[in-house]
């Protein structure tokens, strides 16, 4: 087994990073019993009340719940011309936050699919935060197109329904792609994460002293037993959805890139950016597990679950990501000089120099220098110091999709239509109101649904090892762990 039990040299587990040589710290923390991880992820459901930053945070993302109502209510009675939309700049806070949405998402399906199939352990403490942050990410992506578009009591045009006008979707726009891209991503994730939490609803099930508890965990559950053939089923459908789910991290996101790339605009016409996009997204997605994370396992005592291993290997990913995509900045300047095409040049230079130099330059800032301080493991292994980096990837990758969307709009081939995005109130505050959809969703995920994967988290144990000495297990929840069902999976 990987998760060799470094925490045995010298005494009592304490969360820190201090190895022994050859060996890797642990996976989870002063546990060695099935039934504590159950205990400690359990409780947090099961508590008559949360802590008082849960219903301070629960409350802040509700009232920004309603600013969103209440700004695509007027903007549907008023009209578009709310935003501050102009021509030639038809685009901007609205796809803007769609690309950032559907980018915040990738994190996910990145860890619950393929670190599942490459059999990295040190996806079960986080896949669960991940899966569930996929899943509302998207829900917040939807908005924006479907209320961009203007007219939207007509939105049902988008869908290729028989009709009196014998109007059909052009399936050779790369935005009637994305309505496919993106619906097929969104179900895929949620078949995904709620497959994986089926075992857990059970034990959510089996624990519950109300009623109310019991039918509503039960109903979920499937009627979950924890026999031998529910596991065998359960595991063929996981590994099968993984499967499915993996080259939507990479085409999800190259569609989205498609909606700029397959134009004639100088600034996006360009074969970099399906890969960008895609790096963009993974590097935005692990920030973003990260600034959930750490708040999470302080507020509800999942330290011992989530261990500085595991922030320690997403801030990994965050580096090398972040690496690429400065990478894709350079190549994008350099391709503009080598091609010799002169709107192409102007693009990019009027991009860093010009009326939004000040967006660009805190976009590099953000993405191409924050990532670098995680070569550092003090850096990279410090709980205020990664929220806080966390917080400004997720910044800088928001004016990433705005300088490349407003700025190649607002300076076009014709000089005289040229002009100046100024978001009006009710940009800002649709865009804070997703947020607050967002996280309205996720803190009622945290508060009553498991946050971590219980049965995942207990194969990796050294209890799960049928090699290991001691096999008095306290399973704690009565379905036990299938330790050996994927073979030796640590």
Not at 163 to 179: A, C, I, K, Y
Request: charged content about 10%; some cysteine.
């Amino acid at each position: 087994m990987s998760s060799i039990r470094a925490d045995q040299v010298g005494g009592r587990i304490t969360d820190n990073t201090d190895e022994v040589p050859g060996t890797r710290a642990p996976l989870v923390l002063n546990m060695d019993k099935f039934g504590q991880v159950t205990n400690a992820v359990a409780k947090v459901s099961e508590s008559t009340g949360a802590p008082l930053a849960w219903y301070i945070g629960f409350a802040g993302a509700l009232g920004l719940l309603g600013l969103l109502g209440f700004c695509i209510l007027y903007l549907i009675v008023t009209g578009v011309g709310v935003w501050g939309l102009n021509t030639p700049i038809a685009w901007a806070y609205d796809i803007t936050n769609f690309v950032f949405w559907v980018g915040i998402g990738h994190a996910g399906t990145l860890i619950s699919a393929i670190l599942f199939l490459f059999r990295q352990n040190w996806r079960t403490g986080v896949n669960r935060f991940a899966e569930s942050m996929t899943i509302f990410a998207v829900m917040c992506a939807g908005i924006f197109p479907g209320i961009h578009v203007g007219r939207v009591w007509v939105v049902y045009w988008l869908f290729p329904l028989p009709n009196q006008m014998e109007m059909w979707p052009q399936f050779r726009s790369p935005l009637l792609w994305d309505v496919f891209a993106v619906s097929t991503y969104f179900t895929v994730s949620t078949l995904f994460w709620y497959t994986g939490m089926i075992p857990d609803l059970a034990t959510l099930r089996d624990r519950a002293k109300g009623r109310l508890q019991q039918i509503g965990y039960g109903l979920f559950a499937l009627g979950w037993r924890g026999s031998n053939r529910h596991w065998h089923r359960y595991e063929r459908a996981y590994l099968l959805l993984a499967a499915l789910s993996t080259p939507l991290v990479l085409s999800v996101h190259s569609v989205v890139s498609f909606d700029f790339a397959v134009s004639q605009l100088p600034g996006w016409h360009t074969t970099i950016f399906p890969p960008y996009f895609v790096a963009g997204a993974v590097f935005s997605g692990f920030a973003m597990v990260v600034t959930l994370a750490v708040p999470a396992r302080e507020l509800f005592g999942l330290k011992n679950l989530i261990t500085l291993r595991h922030l320690d290997n997403m801030n990994k990913v965050v580096l090398v990501t972040g690496s690429i995509v400065g990478y894709a900045y350079a190549m994008e300047f350099f391709i503009a000089w080598y091609s010799g095409a002169i709107y192409e040049k102007f693009a990019f230079v009027n991009r860093a120099f010009g009326q939004y130099w000040w967006a660009y330059l805190l976009m590099v800032s953000c993405n191409v220098i924050t990532p670098q301080l995680f070569w550092f493991k003090a850096i990279r292994t410090s709980i205020p110091i990664m929220f806080f980096l966390s917080l400004v990837v997720n910044v800088g990758m928001w004016f990433e999709r705005f300088v490349i969307i407003v700025s190649s709009l607002a300076n076009d081939f014709l000089p005289s239509s040229w002009e100046f995005f100024t978001p009006t109130w009710v940009d800002i505050g649709t865009m804070a109101g997703a947020f607050g959809l967002f996280f309205t969703l996720f803190l009622l995920f945290c508060r009553f649904l498991p946050m971590i994967a219980i049965a995942e988290v207990k194969m990796i144990m050294p209890a799960a090892d049928p090699h290991h000495g001691d096999h008095d297990h306290d399973h704690g929840d009565g379905h036990g762990t299938p330790a050996t069902a994927n073979g030796d999976q640590s």
